[in-house]
Each structure stands twice: as structure tokens, then as C-alpha cells.
């Protein structure tokens, strides 16, 4: 095949067929079996939200051991936004096994690294010279962007907004908004964190600008821009909902950030690499971050994230103060090479703009049926439903999560795997990989249609 720039896009080739079956109960005899050998083994707090074991994955759909096939709408929270097992990062993270599988890049580098950093530095936002460090998570790059703030302002404080999440370490946990099940009974907690209210257009009613006054206000109150060292956000709240502030919030707020001296890190785990139909949500909102934080979807599957900032902040660590054991691993880094040839190849960013597309629409004809649905929202491949009490709507906007948890488990046994989400758990999110069909989409929003007339019939 020659592969010219004319050529159209070859259409992917999958080892599983895209369609949901369902052969068992579910969970089916086998994942039950499993599923007592884990309780033996695996303590509690390590919950699933869907107990069926998964033996292949490929494209949008999971297989589980009994041989059912799941539309996946959770791409494991945001990590498989290329698909599952998407052939051209197998082969890359496989050639890559062969050749070198660890030496830690701090003892002695490779080529992997400094590529995965050079592709951060050309599609993050804003035009200036980056640096990037590599780590194993999204809490790890949380932690990491969080101290080279304070080393570099020689401040502690850390800003956060309500209904934000930022991981489970011990640092993150104090920067999370909601305490269960994240933290109960984990402390003690970081000092030093200041949560702010946020922009919640559906909730507050106020203009972007409005809410930034907001957030400055309350923040220079109860801190003092002073000492503040950073603010973090994300661009689109994932755990806490698909919040999508007003238009001109994130800017005025990174405008007070640099009057004063704040380093602005977007937290964009969850919103970056492709899934909004930009390679990151601050985009959308005329956002340059100081410090972009990418982790999830960004190496396929494989375990890696990234700290990604102006080079005059990334440069304030002294040498030996950043790293990791496996902080870049060669071959998750080699996936991470082959996510961003992909999504380039397969124009993903338009397979966002189509999933926004086709869920948007299904789901607003949803919502003119039924009322438990308050607002649908969302950019791209990360959309949201915020269920209400009927006919509260316009009024309480009280929180409906006996709706939410009703849909989940009639989908999951149509076979839909459909995440909740919100700091109520009164959120219905799709995030899709961005090689779900719209055949599949509209299959799924089927599916949701049936749940919901159930719910409220
Ligand atoms: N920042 C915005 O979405 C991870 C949590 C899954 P880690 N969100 C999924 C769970 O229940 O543990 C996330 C995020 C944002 C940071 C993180 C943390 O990323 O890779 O899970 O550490």
C-alpha cells in the first residue's frame, strides 16, 4: 500500500467484530468464578463497577471469559481513546519489547523518551520553549508539576477547584473535592491546598467572567495571590462530571495567574490527547497553560504521563530532584510515539467531532423525553447527561443518582459499559474511543432509551 497524502484513510481492520452479544448472564459463570478468587485475594477497597473479566479487547468492544461483548463507552476511563489493542501501538510497543524494555532514563537514556517529549512540546498549547518529564501516572505528574511550581515561585500553596480530581496519592487526595470514597479515613492530608469555587454554567448561572472574579476573589481572600505557587485545573472536569466551564473563565484566570506570578497547570488526564476533537481541551477555550498534564490516553493503554511546561519553570528542579524508576518506560513510551503517528493518520480529531456529533444529538432527543435529564454537555468524545428529579429541572436541579445507577445496570446487561460520574454520582459520562462506530453510538443510545423508559415508566 503506498501511503501518500491523497490517499484516503484505510479503514481499521478488527480481530473482534464490532457488535455487542450477549450469551450469558452477566456476569456469566466464569466471571463469577473469577470473581471469588479475587474476593479471596484482592482486598475490598480495589472495587470493579462492572465484575466481568475481560480475556480481548479490540476497537470500541470488550469480550469478556463467557464470550459477551460490551460496547465500550468508558475506553477505561479515558485510556484507550485510540481503541483497544489499535494495531499500528501493538506493533510498536512489540517491536519495542524486543529491542529494550527498561534501563531507567536516569541511569541511561534512550531515544523513546526524548521523542515522546519532543511530540508533547509540538502539541501542547502555546508557542515557546517546553520541557517535559515522564512518570507512571496522573497522580505522579500531579505531584511532579506541583513541586516544580513551588521550587520555581518558592511558594507552597496550591489552588484547586470544587469538584475537581486529581488522583489518589497522598498530595492529590487533599487536592480532590470529594473525600468518599477517595479519602475517607486516609489522612492526614496535605497542607497548603485551597479549593475555590469553579465555573458550573448549568449550577451558578454566571458569564465566564463572572465566575473567574469568583474563584479570584475567594482565592485572594482566604490565601493571597502571594503565596500561592500554583493553580491547577482541568479544562473539563472529568470525575467531578464533564463540567465545561463558561466561555472566558480559564483565561481570566490564567491572565491573574501570570499578573501574579502563579503557575497555571491544566490537569488534562482526562480532556487531553485527541478526545475532545483538539489534541488538548484548553484549546477549545483559548487556553495556554504554563504546565499541561497528560496521562491516560496517551501511550494506548500502557502506563506513562507527562509534565509538560515552559522550560524557565521545568528548569527551576535541580538535577536528580525529578524521575523514577519507570518514569518513561521504553516501551510505553514507544506506544506513546505510535498514539500520536495514529492520530494524526486516522484523523481522530475529526472521529471526536463526530462522536460529539452523534451522541449530542441522540441524547438531546433523549432529554426532550425525558425530564430526569437536566443538561446534556460535553466537547468531542467526552459528553455528559446530568440527571435531576423529574421536573426539578428548571428549578432545584436536585441531583437524581437512583437514575443514574438504574441506567448503568440495565446497560450493562444489554451489554453497554457506560460510566457514572459527578460529585453526586447524578452523571451518566460517555468516553468512547475514538474508533467507535456511529452504528455502535446509536446502538448504545438505544440501549440508554430503553433504560430510561424503564426508570421512569
Ligand atoms: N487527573 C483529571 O481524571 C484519573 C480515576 C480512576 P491516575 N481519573 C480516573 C480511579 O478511580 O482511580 C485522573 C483524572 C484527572 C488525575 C487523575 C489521576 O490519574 O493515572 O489515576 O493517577
Partial sequence: ????????????????????????????????????????????????????????????????????????????????????????????????????????????????????????????????????????????????????????????????????????????????????????????????????????????????????????????????????????????????????????????????????GIVFIADEIQSGMARTGAMFASEHFGLVPDVVLSAKGIAGGLPLAGVTGRAEIMDSAQPGGLGGTFGGNPVAAAAAVAVFEQIEKSNLLEEAARIERTLTTGLRALQQKYDVIGEVRGIGAMIAIELVEPGTGETTKAPNAAAVNSIVAYAAQQGVLVLTAGTYGNVLRFLPSLATSDALLEDALSVIDEALARFTA
Fill in 1 to 260: 500500500m503506498t501511503d501518500t497524502l491523497d490517499a484516503p484513510v484505510a479503514a481499521p481492520v478488527y480481530t473482534v467484530p464490532q457488535e455487542r452479544k450477549i450469551v450469558t448472564a452477566i456476569p456469566g459463570p466464569k466471571s463469577e468464578a473469577l470473581h471469588r478468587r479475587r474476593l479471596a485475594v484482592v482486598p475490598p477497597g480495589v472495587s470493579s463497577a462492572l465484575p466481568v473479566y475481560i480475556a480481548k479487547a479490540n476497537g470500541a468492544i470488550l469480550v469478556d471469559v463467557d464470550g459477551n461483548q460490551f460496547i465500550d463507552l468508558g475506553a477505561g476511563i479515558g485510556v484507550t481513546t485510540i481503541g483497544h489493542t489499535e494495531a499500528a501501538v501493538v506493533a510498536a510497543a512489540a517491536a519495542q519489547l524486543q529491542d529494550v524494555t527498561h534501563t531507567l532514563f536516569t541511569i541511561t537514556p534512550y531515544e523513546e523518551y526524548v521523542r515522546v517529549a519532543e511530540l508533547l512540546a509540538e502539541n501542547t498549547p502555546g508557542d515557546f520553549v517546553k520541557r517535559t518529564v515522564l512518570v507512571n501516572s496522573g497522580a505522579e505528574a500531579v505531584e511532579n508539576a506541583v513541586k516544580i511550581a513551588r521550587k520555581h515561585t518558592h511558594r507552597v500553596g496550591v489552588a484547586v477547584l470544587e469538584h475537581a480530581y486529581h488522583g489518589r496519592t497522598n498530595l492529590t487526595m487533599a487536592m480532590n473535592f470529594k473525600a468518599a470514597p477517595y479519602s475517607t479515613g486516609f489522612g492526614p492530608f496535605a497542607g497548603d491546598v485551597y479549593r475555590a469555587p469553579n465555573s458550573y454554567p448549568y449550577h451558578d448561572g454566571l458569564t465566564g467572567p463572572e465566575a473567574a472574579a469568583r474563584t479570584i476573589a475567594y482565592l485572594e481572600k482566604t490565601v493571597g495571590a502571594e503565596d500561592l505557587a500554583c493553580l491547577v485545573a482541568e479544562p473539563i472536569q472529568g470525575e467531578g462530571g464533564f463540567v465545561v466551564p463558561a466561555e472566558g473563565y480559564l483565561p481570566a484566570l490564567q491572565e491573574w495567574c501570570t499578573e501574579n
